[in-house]
């Protein structure tokens, strides 16, 4: 899922009617749905304790579908796959020297780690920033650290989802659900142009939060496994899951908000400077973010200057997207009842909303402007 802020910066790549084509409904900018709260985790029918709506509402897609649009658009031979970043080094003409794990070199002017949670470049530069400084708890930015949450998710076809007890077609064809319950919610909405009804939920134990993960973040498991975990729920949320034969189980990990996103050169971006777990849905939006302003950066950075700029994009989407992602993870909280909110309704409903303040609270185009406007001022300090 994307919201305004993704679809405002797909737009102005020219690429809205071909996202469109593949959403599951074509967005207009009018009020839709962002989710629908409801309670859930009891045997009798629950009951919707908050509803969030925002202008274009949750925009939904098939994550390979998604994917598919950006590549087709590529201009031929600029992208080289099946590679993987061994190591880096910067030499002193300023050029970043790249080696590959298949032994190949490359060099570059700027390298942007764009290399998700696990991130190869951050964990170099991390390592060589603590090293440097003296400073050790640095490290603590390199390993990404599990949230107390596992995951199960599962596609279900259209014509398998179950019809309601009343009759009435799943209510997730209608909006995205959040199913709310003690220490676990279950997110359910329709992609591919209601073809496909896609189902994650989440357990937790959150006093597990940060505690070492060890095994496979992500495995096969078995249908009994996700039926035991959500016994007893109302049969909205539990029936559909009969229909999930092979649900994967996943370890959700976050990282720890990073101080810092560039050095000498070297800029993170995406999952490898702010993975975050998916309460959200912002994790993919807020890595085309950093790209449409790290590249509207570089694109007018002058050769000579290209720190300051990445000092400017730093300056300007850090924050941000950190904020995202402690946002996240509170609103995971918020869902499960596990938030200082507990399940007063009253004043949890108006603490979600506000969760989602981060949409509309500084306009793509500000954003943009500061970080020009920061990029194009003298050098101020040593990292600028
Ligand atoms: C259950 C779940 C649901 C989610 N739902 C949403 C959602 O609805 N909306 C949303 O916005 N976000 C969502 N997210 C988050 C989203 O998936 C991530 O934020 C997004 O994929 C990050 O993109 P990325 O390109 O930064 O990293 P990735 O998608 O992880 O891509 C990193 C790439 O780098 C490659 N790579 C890794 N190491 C190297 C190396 N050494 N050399 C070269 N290449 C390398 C990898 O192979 C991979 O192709 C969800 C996440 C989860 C876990």
């Known amino acids: 899922m994307i919201w305004a802020r993704t679809w405002h910066i797909l737009a102005r790549m020219g690429l809205t009617d071909a996202f469109a084509r593949i959403a599951h409904a074509p967005p207009t900018g009018a009020p839709g749905v962002g989710f629908d709260y409801r309670r859930s985790d009891q045997p009798a029918e629950g009951f919707r304790f908050k509803l969030v709506e925002m202008p274009y509402g949750c925009i939904r897609f098939h994550r390979a579908a998604f994917l598919d649009v950006f590549v087709s658009h590529l201009p031929p031979g600029i992208a080289y796959f099946g590679k993987r970043l061994a190591t880096y080094s910067r030499g002193g003409d300023g050029e970043t020297a790249l080696l590959f794990s298949d032994g190949s070199t490359a060099t570059c002017d ?16 991390y390592a060589e920033a603590a090293e ?11 390993e990404p650290v599990w949230t107390g949450t596992m995951a199960y998710r599962g596609l279900i076809r259209a014509q ?3 019809r309601n ?5 799943h209510r997730a064809f209608a909006a995205p659900m959040m199913y709310c319950g003690k220490s676990k919610h279950v997110v359910s909405y329709s992609i591919a ?9 989440f357990a937790s134990q959150p006093e597990k939060h940060g505690y070492p993960f060890n095994g496979e973040w992500v495995v096969d498991c078995e249908q009994q496994e996700l039926l035991d975990c959500y016994a007893g729920w109302e049969p909205e949320v539990f029936t559909p899951f009969q229909c999930i034969d092979k649900p994967t189980r996943w370890a959700i990990h976050h990282l720890r908000p990073l101080p810092f996103y560039h050095r000498n050169g070297v800029v993170l971006m995406g999952d490898a400077a702010h993975a975050m777990s998916p309460h959200q849905g912002a994790g993919a939006g807020q890595a085309i973010e950093d790209a449409f302003v790290l590249g509207n950066l570089l694109a007018e950075a002058p050769r000579d200057q290209v720190l300051r700029y990445l000092g ?6 850090l924050p941000a997207a950190n904020g995202v992602l402690t946002g996240s993870y509170e609103s995971g909280m918020m869902y499960e009842f596990d938030s200082e909110y507990g399940d007063k309704y009253e004043t949890l409903g108006p603490a979600i909303a506000a969760q989602w303040a981060w949409i ?16 194009r001022q003298p050098a101020r300090s040593s990292r600028l």
């Open 110 to 125: 700027v390298l942007i780690g764009a290399d998700g949670i696990k991130s190869t470049v951050r964990a170099q530069m």
């Open 132 to 142: 440097a400084a003296g400073d050790f708890t640095l490290m603590r930015h390199v």
């Open 160 to 162: 398998d989802v179950p």
């Open 165 to 169: 007890e009343d009759g009435m077609a």
């Open 193 to 201: 142009q209601g073809d496909i009804v896609n189902v994650v939920t």
């Open 312 to 317: 400017a994009y730093e300056a300007v989407r």
């Open 360 to 375: 509309d609270q500084v306009p793509l185009d500000e954003e943009l402007a500061s970080a020009l406007r920061l990029a």
